[in-house]
């Protein structure tokens, strides 16, 4: 904490006041305060005697705070605190505000019978606070003497109607006034042709910590960088904000990333482009023409790159590339990611991020890969923080512990509850020694045999759902992801099938078990209808070797099954199934060596295809429905029927 009494507002304020007089154009019109506050170059009053202060304090009712007191006694009031109050009270002008405003009741009217103490506050300073604001752009300034610290200190509130927002806090009287040369700052920074050049002490001393701020982050002190450049941004310094973004997108921040001033500059289009586009491409409600407010100033050529890549985004399409031995890693990277081992594919990205190099000095790290659609599920704030904690860019650094891998391993985690509870019943398939791009030969037949490009589950299902124009009440054709399911082994997975119906399953795994293993579960242990169930067949060679289905409180079993494996050590001699799935789960993973990548299923994006289906098909005598839909011309309703 500040020690409001040590700090030497005179050498501040002045400062300040040299800053906003060297900022004002010549010839410009001015009121005589302002043009005699120029020619001083002091934007305050005569110091207020300690008298002043002693008989503000009398008529208030309340000693003044530390910082406020200190500041009188330097100036008795200050003009242009910031950009929207042009008179800030001394000691005749500080008076209680008694809800003068009618702002009070308002917030009372706004308030949920539930309101906090922060909510409650917002409306209780209106009749509380001391008001500060003299003159200024329907902007108020109150001093809360019920929010103090333990230094005497009152927090300070502003509010202006026209930001539309709640009342923002300055923790003090010194705090607000910091705040006020900050926005001074920023609201000076940009300039224009008809005003003095914005350069001065401050300006350039933030400039150079800048510098030495983007040095540091590619040293890998991100955390150093990232306070430096946001104390620089505050004060509107150019680049400041566009390197701090980086800093943001890479801990897996979005909201208000723009990289500013940076995005619209050719270098670094390829890199910075595709995180604002898919971030855009992800809020759906979003009009165009917002990606084109943050692409201002933007030439053609850019802004029809961002049209591109928008669709290449919208659609799947879009693939991140980079030069020299960071892209080749990026390649290799895609390859892991895209069959499931998110893990592999994150640590070969980091074994070559000391060799990537940036695009131009306002560069920090590789960005554009986060919109890749296989890349992109890659990141997460931990890892995010280990990849701006490497040292690159031809800088030097100590190597960051790696950050958790995210898959633990086996299959015992699809045991454990899902976020929305929505895995409650799930299949899938696993291949020995026979790669994932081989399984749709041997899970299905004609168009279906087709991977489709990385998605999520639910986009897939969407695709699917989309493209089907027939639909069988007997017929259960599993949309599946694929990848690699450990050492020599593929797998394809359904983590929403149809209802488990014993006397018509037919296991897939002889016919994907041809001159190799399959194993096939289905487990319905937590299913919300209908009885738990639970089904394990392992075949060789296109022929089953055994079986066994836990249904209906009855284990029902073939073949000749492991020890390990044998159902009575999970589900009891009376079929109980309770807490049965994770020991189950852990004993096939055992017995194969195999597992399922957590991360790559749940958030990722994998291949998919459409399997044969898991069921016979009908008999004679067994009635089943089929529906057929349209998307041409209305066609007789003949066309669907209910065969016998």
Known sequence: MTDSTAFDWRSFLLKWSGEWADSLPDGEERGEGDEAARRERWLGFPPASEDRIAALEERLGRRMPPSYREFLKVTDGWRHAGGFVWLLAGTEDARWHNDESGLGEMFEEDLDEDAGPEERREADIWRRGLQLDVESDVTHVLMDPEDMDEDGEWAVYTWASWRAQPPERHAGFLEFMRDMHREFHSLRAGGSDEEPVFVNDTTRELDAAVEEARLEALRGGWERAGKALDEAKGYGRPRAAGLGDQIRRLLGQTYMVYFEGLVTDPRYASELLPPLVAEHARNTHWDD?????????????????????????????????????????????????????????????????????????????????????????????????????????????????????????????????????????????????????????????????????????????????????????????????????????????????????????????????????????????????????????????????????????????????????????????????????????????????????????????????????????????????VIRMHRGPVRPAHDGGIPS
């Open 289 to 625: 023409s917002t990606l084109m407010f943050h692409l201002r100033g933007a030439d053609e050529d850019l802004v029809a790159l961002a049209h591109s890549m928008l669709g290449q985004v919208r659609d799947g399409t879009y693939r991140y590339t980079a030069a020299g031995p960071f892209g080749e890693a990026v390649e290799r990277a895609r390859e892991s990611a895209r069959w499931g081992d998110t893990d592999e594919a994150w640590r070969t990205l980091m074994a070559a991020v000391p060799l990537w190099e940036p695009l131009g000095p306002d560069h920090l790290a590789p960005l554009g890969w986060v919109a890749d659609p296989v890349l992109g599920p890659l990141l997460t704030p931990e890892r995010g923080r280990e990849l701006l904690a490497t040292a690159r860019g031809g800088q030097a650094g100590e190597a960051p512990a790696p950050a958790a891998g995210l898959d633990e391993g086996g299959l015992a985690w699809l045991a454990e509850p899902d976020p929305g509870n929505n895995r409650t019943s799930y299949r899938f398939v696993l291949v020995e020694a026979v790669e994932p791009d081989e399984l749709p030969g041997r899970l299905a037949d004609g168009d279906g045999a087709v991977l489709n490009e990385p998605m999520t589950f639910w986009e897939a299902r969407n695709e699917s759902s989309r493209n089907k124009s027939e639909f069988s009440s007997f017929e259960d054709r599993a949309l599946v992801a694929v990848g690699r399911a450990g050492a020599g082994w593929s797998f394809a997975f359904d983590g929403d099938p149809a209802p488990f119906h014993r006397p018509r399953f037919v296991s897939p795994a002889p016919a994907a078990s041809a001159g190799t293993r399959a194993v096939v579960v289905w487990n319905g242990l937590r299913a919300w209808h209908g009885k738990p169930y639970f089904h394990l067949s392992v075949a060789q060679d296109g022929a089953e070797q055994y079986s066994f289905t836990y249904a209906d409180g009855e284990i029902e079993r073939s073949g000749e099954i492991p020890s390990a494996l044998d159902p009575s050590r999970f589900f009891g001699s009376t079929g109980d199934g309770a807490g049965a799935e994770r020991p189950v789960l852990e004993a096939v993973s055992r017995e194969f060596g195999v597992r399922l990548p957590r991360h790559a299923l749940v958030k990722g994006r994998l291949h998919t295809f459409t399997t044969r289906s898991w069921t016979r098909p009908p008999g004679e005598g067994e009635g089943y429905m």
